[in-house]
C-alpha cells in the first residue's frame, strides 16, 4: 500500500467539484462512511483518489492505499466531517472533559471537576455515548507496600487486586450529585486511577462507569511503560481487559503510554525479540481480530499534539475499522512553560467529528 500524499482543502473541494459534476462509479460507492459536505454525502475513498489526481496529476486506485480510518483521519485534519454509515446527524461519540492544570487527584477534587463539567459548562443538549478524563484524575494509595509481582513479571491477576484496592477512590468520586449530573450527559465515563506506595511501585488504571447504574463495568490500565516505569509500574498483562463492547461501539482503551504500541517510530526501537516488541505484537494482533470502532486513550499530561500525533496516524492505518477516537487531556507540563496553545493540543489528538471538548480547571 502506498501512503497518501500530502492534500490540501483545495486538492480536496476541487475532487468534489468534480463529483458534483459527473457523480462516481458504482463501485467506488461507500456504505460505511461518508464525507458530509454542501449538504450532500461522498465516498471518502473516491473524494481521496481525485484530490491527490489534482495535487499530484495522477489518481490513485483504489488498491493503493487504504481506506476506512487511514482516509478518514486525512480528510478530518483537513476540517472535513466523516459520519459513519448510520449517523444522520452530526451529534457526537465522546466528549472529553478537558484539564487546565495537573489534577490534584483527590476524590473530592475529581468530584467538584465532574459537576463542573457535567453542569453549565457542558456544551450540548445531546447523550454522548462516552466521556473521557486525562490519565491519573484519580489518585490513590497502594493499601501496603507491594510485594505482589510487578514489571515485565505483572501477572494478569493482578488487575483484579489493584481493581478492589481502586473501587473506593471511584465510589468517594462518583456520589450522588455526579450520577445524576452524568446520566443526564452520557453513557459511560473513563476514569484514569492511579496507585502508588512510598516506593514509587505504582498502577495506572482506567475504570469503566456505566453512568446510569454507577457501576464499573471494566478495569483496565497501562500496559507498556516508558522505560523509566520498568521495575517499578505494575502492568495490565491482561490485553483483553482494553477491549470491550459498550453503547453500541467496539471500544480500545489505552493507559497512557499504551498508545505507543502502535508507532512505528517505537517499533524500530525494539529488539526484535525483546519484551516490548512482544507486547506490541500482542496488542496489535488483539485489536486487529477485534475491530475497534472507537479508541479512548488516557495520557496524564499533554501540552503539545506532537506527542502523540504519530502513534495516532499509525494506530488509524493499521485498524481501519477505528470511527472515532480521542485522548484525554491534562494540559500542562510538570512546571515547565506548555509548548502549544491548548486549541493546537486539542485539534491534533482527537478525530475531527464525533468529539466535543468540555474544559474545566484544575481543583
Known amino acids: 500500500m502506498t501512503a497518501i500524499p500530502k492534500i490540501t482543502r483545495r486538492n480536496v473541494y476541487a475532487a468534489l467539484d468534480r463529483i458534483d459534476r459527473e457523480g462516481y462509479p458504482p463501485s467506488r460507492r461507500s456504505t460505511r462512511y461518508h464525507l458530509r459536505a454542501r449538504s450532500k454525502q461522498y465516498p471518502p475513498k473516491y473524494v481521496i483518489s481525485l484530490a491527490v489526481g489534482n495535487a499530484t496529476g495522477r ?9 476506512g480510518a487511514a482516509t478518514n483521519l486525512v480528510l478530518e485534519r483537513l ?21 487546565r492544570g495537573a489534577p490534584s487527584g483527590s476524590p473530592g477534587a475529581a468530584t467538584a471537576m465532574l459537576i463542573d463539567a457535567f453542569g453549565q459548562r457542558w456544551p450540548t443538549a445531546e447523550l454522548t455515548k462516552f466521556a473521557i ?4 484524575f484519580i489518585k490513590g494509595k497502594l493499601a501496603e507496600p507491594w510485594t505482589r509481582s510487578r514489571g515485565w513479571e505483572s ?4 488487575l483484579r487486586h489493584l481493581a478492589r484496592l481502586a473501587e473506593p477512590y471511584v465510589r468517594k468520586t462518583m456520589t450522588k450529585a455526579v450520577l445524576r449530573a452524568a446520566k443526564k450527559r452520557t453513557r459511560v465515563l473513563t476514569l484514569g486511577v492511579d496507585l502508588c506506595d512510598e516506593d514509587d511501585i505504582h498502577a495506572e488504571l482506567v475504570a469503566v462507569v456505566d453512568c446510569a447504574t454507577g457501576d464499573v463495568i ?24 482494553h477491549l ?8 480500545l482503551i489505552l493507559g497512557c503510554h499504551d498508545l505507543n504500541m502502535f508507532s512505528n517510530r517505537g517499533r524500530a526501537n525494539q529488539a526484535a525479540k525483546g519484551l516490548r516488541r512482544r507486547r506490541c505484537d500482542q496488542m496489535r494482533k488483539c485489536a486487529s481480530i477485534f475491530r475497534p470502532t472507537v479508541v479512548l486513550q488516557h495520557p496524564h499530561s499533554t501540552d503539545t499534539a506532537n506527542i502523540w500525533r504519530m502513534p495516532w496516524a499509525c494506530l488509524a492505518r493499521d485498524l481501519p475499522s477505528v470511527r472515532t477516537w480521542a485522548s484525554g487531556i491534562g494540559y500542562y507540563n510538570r512546571g515547565a512553560r506548555r509548548r502549544q496553545p491548548l486549541k493546537g493540543v486539542l485539534e491534533g489528538t482527537r478525530s475531527v467529528a464525533g468529539v466535543l471538548e468540555v474544559v474545566v480547571k484544575k481543583r
Open 59 to 67: 489518481e490513485l486506485g483504489p488498491d493503493e492505499f487504504f481506506g
Open 79 to 99: 476540517g472535513f466531517t466523516i459520519a459513519g454509515p448510520h449517523e444522520t446527524t452530526a451529534e457526537p461519540s465522546i466528549a472529553r472533559i478537558v484539564i
Open 133 to 136: 478524563t486525562p490519565g491519573g
Open 155 to 158: 501477572s494478569p491477576g493482578e
Open 218 to 241: 471494566r478495569w483496565t490500565g497501562k500496559s507498556y511503560p516508558v522505560f523509566s516505569q520498568e521495575k517499578k509500574l505494575i502492568q495490565v498483562s491482561r490485553l483483553s481487559s
Open 244 to 251: 470491550l463492547r459498550v453503547a453500541g461501539e467496539r471500544v
